[in-house]
């Protein structure tokens, strides 16, 4: 069908990369440790292979990393770049079977997040074309739209956007004013830009390289608004011109992500046939009758969004491994370089300044526990029901938010951590700073995805207590009395031992009473403004920051146990120690960053807090001895962090 529409001929078939075995050797650093290899296979899991061999493919000449050069090098590099990747078969797993794919989403996200260690432009060329541009016509559209779009779209013989975000409307996709009006005549949709405000912004593969794009309007048949959809509409012609009635613009320089090509589109009475509409969930007849199996409107929009939850969990991974990278450069460069000392002495290196450990093995340790949860929300993501759908959207929504906030922050903190040095560009962090700030935008702005974690989990909250029974209730109360009362027990109030500190019952209970109490009191908020009878956004305003931190301690507490369950899983004593510092890490250093709620809460007296401190102090020194392995652990080629101050001597500890 994008043939069709757009003129283009067939090219040439791509090739599939072959994941048949396991390289017979790991790479050389594998072999300098083998508890480096074993944390490397802990981390990669169950896509072990493919990782290696696009860890291997982005370490090739063909992907040798360039600096500098003007927008129109860089975008051309990264279309070089992507079609190589088309031409490995990569864009094409997630695909179904039948048009070429292999129908396996967590092979897919695999491949973006190992991506993300190389040039950030490429990661998301990649994903819009192949996850956002593909995707959307595979999950919004039927066998009919698959049949015809996707093998193109994985070959790349054909390059396509995701036109959703308009200038005024951003990530109000509900009220976006694109329209796409039916003509039972002539059996076609009419593709409009209402206002400049309503154009497509930002869009990528747009500005230069984009034929077709997934255009998001409300549907518009004989004068009544079904609401959002989405339209297969051609952009460029055969010969690269702007499609009639199409108007195109580029963004320009950006902040980052300079080798995406993002542009504007505006429509002008744009006529696309029938079959255009991505029909998974309604249809329009020829003569103009609409159909969908989902009556309701509201809820039909939120099916339709939420088949493109995929997108966030792929940008929080993404986000991760652009953490790992910074992290690997500043590490290393920390092992290695040395400044001051006591007088006559030698000077000391950097990571062995404790205030150099928290700013750095912190952030480590939040890595790992997110490295840890990530594949728990693939796999639920994968083998999602009805019944969950919403639970993993939520999942995904905070970890995508909790996620990429911890990559602006920690990058930030690795760039001041190698000094100078982090300021130059053929050391990366510039870069990586750059290209990843968007990411708190990316798939939803985070503040906006953070308030719609809370609105869920409240919503099941309130769900859950109205469909309880008397005795369910009573006995639901007295449990949390029990609870509470235990809390603020002065024995666990005061409890500084390092056993106490150090166990995971503690710190779980503590992560578990800060997601409880900021639920039950939202709820009783939220319960007092409805008596004053104040309109529901009025009563969202004053609950938003509320809802935040709710989310936020949602996320913590969900990450906290996968970092458990992984470590406890670890059959090597050695391994489970050094995991067990990480959780403890990543744990007392979240409480610590929260500390003013659990003593205005009565949770902690501060003779507690400053334990807390002292230990997280302690844990640092105990992980640096380590720091070298668990970054190396990683895995990321040399080629592919080409970050000079990274590549001196390995100094991983033996076990």
Not at 119 to 133: A, E, H, R
Not at 513 to 527: F, N, V
Not at 548 to 562: C, D, G, H, K, P
Request: net charge neutral; proline share 3%; hydrophobic share 45%.
């Amino acid at each position: 069908m994008i043939a069709e529409m757009t003129g283009l001929a067939p090219g040439a078939s791509a090739t599939t990369m072959s994941t048949a075995q396991l390289p017979a050797e790991s790479s050389e650093r594998e072999h300098k440790n083998a508890r480096v290899a074993t944390i490397t296979a802990l981390l990669d899991g169950d896509q072990a292979v493919l990782r290696w061999q696009v860890r291997r493919l982005l370490a090739s000449p063909t992907f040798r990393r360039v600096s500098g050069g003007d927008i129109a090098q860089q975008r051309r590099r990264v279309l070089a770049w992507t079609l190589r990747l088309a031409e490995e078969g990569l864009g094409r797993l997630a695909y179904p079977q039948a048009t070429g794919g292999q129908g396996d989403i967590a092979a897919y996200l695999a491949v973006f997040e190992t991506l993300a260690h190389h040039d950030l432009s490429l990661l998301i060329k990649f994903g819009v074309q192949f996850g956002l541009f593909g995707g959307s016509i595979q999950h919004l559209g039927t066998n009919y739209h698959h049949r015809r779009c996707l093998t193109d779209i994985a070959a790349m013989r054909v390059i396509g956007a995701f036109a959703m975000t308009e200038t005024d409307h951003g990530s109000n996709v509900r009220d976006l004013e694109t329209t796409a009006r039916y003509d039972a005549v002539n059996e076609e949709f009419i593709i409009h830009t209402p206002h400049p405000g309503a154009r497509k912004d930002y869009i990528g593969n747009v500005a230069c390289d984009g034929q077709v794009a997934t255009v998001f309007a409300q549907l518009i048949v004989d004068g009544v608004s079904h609401g959002v959809h989405a339209f297969v509409t051609p952009i460029r012609t055969a010969q690269g011109n702007p499609a009639p009635g199409v108007t195109i613009e580029d963004v320009g320089e950006k902040m980052g992500l300079n080798g995406v090509d993002n542009g504007r589109l505006a429509f002008d009475q744009v006529r696309v046939p029938r079959h255009a509409l991505l029909d998974r969930f309604a249809q329009v007849t020829p003569e103009g009758v609409y159909q969908s199996t989902i009556e309701n409107e509201s809820k039909r929009f939120f099916t339709m969004l939420g088949t493109l939850v995929g997108g966030r969990i792929a940008i929080g991974a993404a986000a991760l491994s652009a953490t790992k990278s910074a992290l690997t450069i500043a590490i290393r460069y920390a092992l290695q370089r040395r400044q001051f000392g006591s007088p006559g002495g030698a000077e000391m290196l950097l990571l062995d300044y404790p205030s150099h450990q928290r700013r750095l093995l912190i952030p480590l340790a939040r890595t790992y526990a997110l490295a840890f949860t990530l594949p728990y929300l693939v796999d639920r993501f994968t083998h999602r029901t009805e019944t969950d759908t919403r639970e993993i959207e939520a999942l995904a929504a905070g970890f995508k938010a909790y996620s990429t906030w911890h990559t602006t922050r920690t990058i930030q903190e690795c760039r001041e951590a190698c000094g100078a040095q982090g300021y130059l560009a053929n050391n990366q962090l510039a870069a990586l700073k750059a290209d990843s700030d968007i990411f708190t935008t990316f798939e939803g702005d985070n503040t906006v995805l953070m308030q719609l974690v809370g609105k869920s989990l409240l919503t099941d909250f309130q769900h859950c207590l109205h469909d309880m029974n008397a005795f369910e209730l009573m006995h639901f109360a007295a449990a949390q009395a029990t609870h509470t009362m235990r809390d603020r027990a002065s024995s666990i109030r005061k409890a500084t031992e390092p056993g106490h500190l150090l166990s995971v019952d503690f710190q779980l209970d503590a992560f578990r009473h800060r997601e409880q109490a900021l639920l039950a009191s939202l709820a009783r908020r939220i319960k007092r403004l409805q008596a004053q009878q104040r309109d529901p956004h009025a009563i969202l305003l004053q609950v938003q920051i509320h809802l935040m931190a709710l989310a936020q301690a949602f996320i913590e507490r969900v990450t906290l146990e996968r970092f458990a369950i992984t470590a406890d899983a670890v059959d090597t004593a050695p391994l489970r120690t050094l995991l067990g510092q990480l959780r403890s890490l990543y744990a007392l250093a979240t409480i610590e960053e929260h500390k003013g709620w659990y003593l205005e809460h009565g949770y902690f007296d501060g003779v507690k807090t400053k334990a807390i401190r002292r230990q997280v102090d302690a844990l640092c020194a105990a992980v640096r001895a380590d720091a070298a392995a668990l970054v190396d652990a990683f895995a990321i080629p040399d080629e592919v962090l080409a970050a000079p101050i990274a590549l001196g001597a390995h100094t991983t500890t033996a076990v």
